[in-house]
């Protein structure tokens, strides 16, 4: 597939700089932009905020490198970009997963984003055609949305084997146990879990007992869009759970796959919430990348009061690396976000500590405040004693939450 790609980057290049010499040099440019659009895009989309690079206290190292690290969300495999070497663009990559200290990292699959809610959904409207068509991609996902779906699967396959044995799959509480045993004997390994961001891509031959069978633990019921199974926090609708939306959330439970509430509209989480109430629902909910409304009242982030109903179902809450999921763009912004996290969920009677987690959205065209190479700085942030969080209180929200949680949830 990568030499299709590199003969198709060529006949771009010659093509652009042929047009241009013919005299159409606008046409001639976007023909050449062509062949590096994905480079481009991922370069000037999955940014850092510059600072990452601070020197941490070396007890804050020495801590960090105890701790199992894990993060709920990161779009790693939308990117082409070779996941073996250390790049100079985006968040993820398997050298700076080792740098972080890394044990366990959620990839997931967004697959369709029509920016603007009020425009028509076609498929010139939909960012991922113009994204699959520029970046040369196969022409089967400029239209498709499962063909993305298949697509990003297989660089992520590609990755793993690469990896040989440095990358794992984990789809089942047995192999997270023995994820964990391999980094407790200090081997090499990092675990990968696979998520969806929104239903929408079950079509064409993709329904939920495939993604249980492909691995996806984790889906998340809308994205960006409203659809025929629910609404979006971004959307315009602002609705909730469609019938459609019910009888999926029902196919979740069965096959034992956690429902993501991230993106989704106030009324779908609480539909969601009160079939969680009726019994309809047994497994803890999770949100794996969002803000919190009372520290940044943006549409993405979730109402502290859906945070609290959420918790209480078990659940778990990732927070984001970058604003407006933070209040700013910085470190600080994701300490206070976490306190008062806390304080919130301590102050309804839950043990606020065990249902915080980090969601980064790595890799998910966004700034962030570190990479996955800057976790160190995160827990030697959170450690800072104007938080008020215990060393085991740190441990858990960096990681050991989503190993419990995981642990508990995934199908034996
Ligand atoms: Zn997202």
């Known amino acids: 597939m990568n030499s299709v790609f590199r003969v198709a980057q060529l006949c771009a290049v010659l093509g652009g700089v042929s047009l241009i010499m013919q005299g159409f040099p606008v046409l001639g440019l ?28 070396v007890e804050s190292a020495r801590f960090h490198d105890g701790c199992f690290i894990a993060d709920l969300h990161a779009d790693v495999c939308l990117w082409r970009r070779d996941l073996m070497r250390r790049n ?80 794992e799959m984990v789809r089942t509480r047995g192999e997270f146990i023995t994820l964990e045993d391999r980094r407790q004997r200090n081997e090499d390994v990092i675990g990968v879990m696979l998520g969806l961001e929104g239903a929408h891509a079950l079509r064409g031959g993709l329904d939920v007992p495939w993604l249980a069978a492909r691995g996806f633990r984790v889906v998340g019921i809308t994205h960006f869009n409203d659809t025929r199974f629910g609404d979006s926090a971004h959307g315009v609708r602002m609705g909730g ?55 940044c009242d ?44 806390v304080r919130l969920l301590d102050d309804a009677g839950l043990e606020g500590t065990r249902h915080i987690a980090i969601g980064s959205d790595f890799d998910g065209a966004v700034r962030t405040v570190v990479d996955a190479a800057g976790w160190p700085s995160i827990t030697a942030e959170l450690l800072k004693s104007g938080y008020g969080l215990s060393r085991e209180q740190v441990e858990l ?16």
């Open 30 to 57: 976007c023909v050449a932009l062509m062949a590096c659009w994905n480079w481009l895009l991922d370069r000037l989309a999955n940014r850092v905020v510059p600072g990452i690079d601070k020197p941490i206290a």
């Open 397 to 412: 929200i960096i990681g050991g939450n989503i190993r419990n949680f995981f642990i508990q949830n995934l199908p034996a």
């Open 298 to 341: 943006h549409r993405r982030n979730i109402s502290d009061r859906q945070a609290v109903a959420v918790a209480a179902t078990g659940g778990l809450i990732g927070i984001t690396l970058f604003a407006p999921g933070l209040p700013r763009a910085d470190l600080a912004a994701l300490g206070e976000s976490i306190a008062y996290l």
């Open 88 to 167: 100079c663009r985006g968040h993820v990559d398997l050298p700076r997963l080792h740098e972080g200290n890394v044990a366990l990292q959620f990839v997931t699959v967004p697959t369709k984003l029509v920016l603007s809610a009020r425009l028509p959904r076609l498929f010139f409207t939909d960012l991922f055609f113009w994204g699959a068509l520029m970046s040369l991609q196969r022409p089967d996902t400029w239209f498709s949305v499962p063909a993305r779906v298949r697509l990003q699967l297989s660089r992520l396959d590609r990755w793993v084997a690469a990896s040989e044995g440095k990358i």
């Open 241 to 295: 759970l469609k019938p459609a939306g019910r009888e999926l959330a029902r196919q979740l439970e069965m096959h034992s796959i956690t429902i993501d509430l991230a993106h989704a509209s106030a009324a779908l989480i609480e539909d969601i919430l009160e079939m969680h109430r009726e019994g309809e629902l047994s497994r803890p909910l999770l949100v794996s990348h969002t803000g919190i409304k009372g520290v």
